[in-house]
């Protein structure tokens, strides 16, 4: 009579024969109970294999601190893009480790060295949220700014050879005011000048898209608009190079609209504020702007690059 096939004897026999010999024994010896329970665990060993033989090979933990030396290593080589993946992959494996605060830190300038401004953004703003203490929070701050500002000049400035003013300017305005809040909570930090200087020419650059507009609502005949526009740029923009042209642009504006007295007294603010305005003429009048006689039918679709009819 055949004794039961217990499972070291069973392994030895695998191990020699192998799966397909194995079988034909167990069958051989007629027991389908213990074939049934082994078949299934074999198939599900095979599947397991199967498994893990078409996974991704997974690389190495490096030390914490050989991913710090290859990003600054990067870094130094002008490999921003290269310095960011190490910063990554070290954030990720030691988010709470000696190099973890520096790491994003550095991550931030790599990603904004390679042209990468919406991602230094969002690096920038979790620090801000993770790190409220840090000693290195206005530089964040700062570098969410700049990250604005870079990423709004490039925007259509990489496809088109257009003049700043004559874009949308909802980031700059963006980028204005988080320049402002750096400056109110570190107005002592090294990068304040820095910052300073570049709300200055967003304060101006802005101020001049508000005019850009205002012409081509002039040119749309469209005065009440325009003098929106004018009056933007005289309200929230006084100490720009730009509110000569905005009272002028107000002047004609009114002047359009049939509303004569309210054009004489702005008038009467050019010449007191710019004697020498190059929208007067000798006996200090106001010198008209050349408008078109018709709406132009294609300034819509060049502004609207071609989206608008």
Known sequence: MLR???????????????????????????????????????????????????????????PEKEYFRLAQEALDNNLPTTAAEQLKQLETRY???????????????????????????????????????NNALDYAY?????????????????????????RDTSEFDKAFSEFADFLRRFPSSEYAPDAKSRMVYLRNLIAEQELAIAHYYFKRKAPLSALRRGQEVIQHYPSTPSVEEALAV????????????????????????????????????????????EADPDLLYWVSLGMIE
């Open 142 to 166: 700062y570098m969410r700014g700049l990250s604005t500002y870079k990423g709004a000049e490039t925007f259509l400035g990489r496809y088109l050879d257009l003049n700043p003013a004559e």
């Open 250 to 293: 107000t002047i004609q504006a009114y002047m359009d609209l049939g509303l004569y007295e309210e054009a004489k007294q702005n008038l009467s603010i050019l010449v007191d504020s710019f004697p020498k305005s190059r929208y007067l003429n000798e006996d200090q009048k106001f010198i008209p702007f050349e408008l078109p006689r």
């Open 4 to 62: 039961p096939l217990d499972a070291k004897y069973a392994n030895r026999i695998a191990m020699i024969v192998g799966y397909a010999s194995f079988t034909r024994v167990v069958l051989y010896m007629g027991f389908n109970k213990t074939l049934s329970r082994f078949l299934t665990i074999a198939s599900f060993y095979a599947v397991l294999t199967a498994c893990s033989s078409n996974q991704p090979t997974v690389e190495p933990d490096l």
């Open 95 to 133: 988010p709470f480790g000696e190099y973890s605060i520096p790491a994003r830190l550095d991550l931030i300038y790599a990603q904004f060295e390679a042209g990468n401004y919406a991602a230094a953004h969002a690096t920038a703003e979790r620090f801000i949220k993770n790190y409220p203490d």
